[in-house]
Each structure stands twice: as structure tokens, then as C-alpha cells.
């Protein structure tokens, strides 16, 4: 059960990674829940690929550790956090973009 737990986490970690990576090496700020006003504001590029970065790493991470315990169907446990943290951003910032 852990597995499949870290295996959720980790494709969640990875599709947060991709809007903070993109904006990084783009130039452009983006939303952190650290800039200010909090949850609102927005950080700095550098800030947003380092974060980027961070859950790319952390993600990976996750992912070695549980490819050797060759959990079964472990793979839509990782395409279940992707898609649901996808679909809860996506709401959340298009709220903040167009709201």
C-alpha cells in the first residue's frame, strides 16, 4: 500500500513540476504559495525552476525507489496523481489567471 502511495505522490510531484519548470526557463513569474500575498502572489522564474526542479527530483526519486519492488499496475497509481493534480491546478489557476 505504501508503494502505490509514493507512487501517487510522485505524479503529482511530477505534473507540478511542469508549469514551474516551464515558467523557470521561460523568464516568467509564476504562482508559489510562499510569494506574497500568500497562495496568490507570484514568484520569481529563478524561484519557480529551483521549485521546478525540486519536485522533478523528489518525483524521480520516488519513482527508483519503487520500479525495484515491480509493484503491479503501479503505473496508474503515478497516472492517477498526474491526473488528478492536473485537474485541481488547472481549476485553481484558472481561477487566479482570468478571475
Given at each position: ?34 510569494a506574497k500575498p500568500f ?61
Amino acid at each position: 500500500m505504501m508503494m502505490y502511495l509514493m507512487m501517487l505522490i510522485a505524479g503529482i510531484l511530477l505534473c507540478n513540476a511542469l508549469p514551474h519548470l516551464a515558467s523557470g526557463l521561460r523568464g516568467e513569474r509564476f504562482f508559489t504559495l510562499w510569494a506574497k500575498p500568500f497562495g496568490t502572489g507570484r514568484s520569481s522564474a529563478f524561484e519557480n525552476f529551483l521549485w521546478g526542479a525540486a519536485n522533478l527530483f523528489v518525483a524521480v526519486f520516488l519513482l527508483t525507489r519503487t520500479a525495484s519492488q515491480n509493484v503491479p499496475h503501479g503505473l496508474f497509481a503515478v497516472a492517477l496523481g498526474f491526473l488528478a493534480a492536473g485537474a485541481t491546478l488547472s481549476i485553481l489557476f484558472g481561477k487566479r489567471v482570468s478571475g
